[in-house]
């Protein structure tokens, strides 16, 4: 009883410490708005933030820290639905239906909706960091190189969702993206591919500057051919969403939560991974939404937005039990821990369990301010849409530029981000969804390194490599999981699910 608390008084220290509080409050702000900037990430706010955190206390840093993350997670999001250009990767799924809704002068409610499953998104995934995170750890300690694999290949299917009904296009998009992401250094030999000579190749193509370019730059250029259309205005009278509309997607938010932490407690996954994941989802589940996803469906926001911002609290779990980081932000994250004299790991838990209950409870105030901040200026950020085009698009481009150059202060991403920006607008003239190519980048080298390492590990042994899928049960629920995801793309899943319900009709009978 007496631990019990003990961990409730170390849970509402944030909560009960001002300084501590206006800590986590100045972090979620910061970060909102360092989020909706494209290419200014929060993995480099909290880089640059560590710095000045050095002669600090531990639980001072840690609630700057936590504030930056949830803020930045879902800041990503804004510029994502006001101008087609998503803040971080994770808000990349939010602009398929985001962006639509803005075009239809709904941007304000949009934002609200995101806000409020982000929260809810948030919050469960505290819970679930709370509760679940000795369990979680172990099932992520579990992962072999082969489960990674089928894990990017499972990804690489979500081309379905978001190739906007053209699948045969959307299969070129993706692969498309899986050439670009091979371009640089081989990940096992260090041997060039694909960089003709060139030095500034061997770096790789950077997945950032990819995503500006293909939603930012190429939507300049296509919008280029629509500079006599009218501005539309945007409903801001009422920002915070009816409860109907709440209650009706809620559901919805809670899976995808879950979702989120399930893919963010998996070591180098991370809220982008889970935000696309959550996608997919919604599109396969959700069977009459009031607009077409890719439309302005209201899932198109809810499904993704819960899913990144309760990754945040699955990304935890890796790092505060095994000391292995779930995304980008935790790997930093854990540089702060030991410039602080801790150990993230099991250990860690064992001598230091204070912070682990400091650490959720701050997590759980980070959401709550979230909550406040994020219905803050959504008046102010809903005009951005209703500037004119011929002022908009240069501002745009010129933060496009920024936000690339600022990724590791290279000026080589600039091109790669122009180059991008072209490609993007030559595929989007002939019916190509964007999203995909993001997709294959992202994906393909962590399917190619894992599927080296796998058949590595079994001596480049075919019949070995085939066999040790059936000899973990990771392996087993992540197989038959991708054999239903491949049969439900085929002709023969209606079938068979017709079958089943003529089955089960007669067995009613």
């Not at 560590?50 to 803020?71: P, R």
């Not at 809810?120 to 992520?140: E, H, K, R, T, Y």
């Not at 439309?295 to 609290?313: D, K, Q, T």
């Amino acid at each position: 009883m007496s631990d019990v608390m003990m961990n409730l008084s170390y849970f509402g220290m944030s909560f009960l410490d001002p300084y501590l509080m206006f800590l986590t409050a100045a972090g979620v702000f910061f970060g909102i708005y360092v989020g909706a900037i494209p290419g200014l990430s929060v993995t480099m706010a909290v880089s640059i933030l560590i710095s000045f955190t050095f002669k600090w206390g531990v639980n001072e840093a840690l609630a700057l820290i936590a504030g930056i993350y949830y803020g930045g997670v879902y800041g990503g999001s804004r510029s994502a639905i006001l101008i087609n250009v998503p803040g971080a990767p994770a808000a990349i799924a939010s602009a398929l239906d985001g962006y639509p809704l803005a075009k239809m002068g709904e941007a304000g409610q949009a934002i609200g909706l995101t806000t409020i499953m982000g929260v809810v998104g948030g919050l469960i995934g505290v819970v679930c960091l709370a509760v679940g995170a000795p369990m979680l750890s172990d099932l992520a300690l579990m992962f072999a190189p082969r489960d990674y694999m089928m894990l990017a290949i499972w990804g690489l299917l979500l081309v379905g969702s978001l190739s906007g009904g053209m699948m045969a296009k959307g299969v070129f998009a993706g692969a498309l993206g899986i050439l670009f992401g091979m371009v640089g250094l081989d990940p096992l030999t260090a041997e060039p591919r694909f960089t003709f000579g060139s030095v500034h190749l061997t770096a790789g193509a950077p997945y950032v500057a990819a995503m500006i370019g293909l939603f930012g730059v190429s939507e300049v250029l296509v919008q280029l051919h629509e500079l006599h259309f009218a501005t539309v205005k945007q409903n801001v009278s009422k920002l915070f969403p009816s409860w109907s509309l709440i209650r009706k997607h809620l559901p919805l938010a809670s899976r995808c939560s879950v979702l989120g932490v399930v893919v963010g407690a998996l070591p180098g996954a991370g809220g982008d991974i889970a935000a696309l994941m959550a996608y997919d989802h919604a599109k396969r589940t959700v069977k009459n939404p009031e607009r077409p996803f890719g439309e302005g469906a209201w899932e198109g926001v809810v499904a993704p937005e819960a899913a990144a911002v309760g990754s945040v609290g699955g990304c935890y779990i890796p790092m505060l039990t095994l000391g292995i980081p779930g995304d980008a932000v935790t790997a930093v994250i854990i540089g702060a821990l030991y410039i602080h004299g801790l150990k993230p790991g099991p250990m860690m838990l064992l001598e230091t369990p204070h912070l682990f209950w400091f650490t959720v409870g701050n997590l759980a105030l980070a959401c709550i301010w979230l909550a406040v901040f994020g219905f803050m200026g959504i008046k102010l950020f809903a005009k951005i849409v209703e500037i004119p085009k011929s002022a908009l698009l240069p501002m745009i481009v010129v933060l496009s530029a920024v936000g690339s150059y600022a990724i590791e202060n290279n000026p080589v991403h600039i091109y790669w981000m122009l180059g991008f920006g072209v490609v993007g607008y030559f595929l989007k003239m002939y019916g190509y969804q964007v999203g995909p190519v993001i997709l294959g980048i992202i994906l393909g080298p962590l399917l190619d390194s894992n599927y080296r390492r796998a058949m590595i590990s079994v001596s480049n042994d075919p019949a070995e490599f085939v066999a040790e899928f059936f000899t973990s049960p990771v392996s087993l629920v992540l197989l038959a999981l991708l054999s239903l995801t491949i049969l439900s793309q085929t002709r023969y899943w209606g079938r068979l699910i017709g079958c089943f319900r003529r089955n089960g009709a007669g067995t009613a009978s």
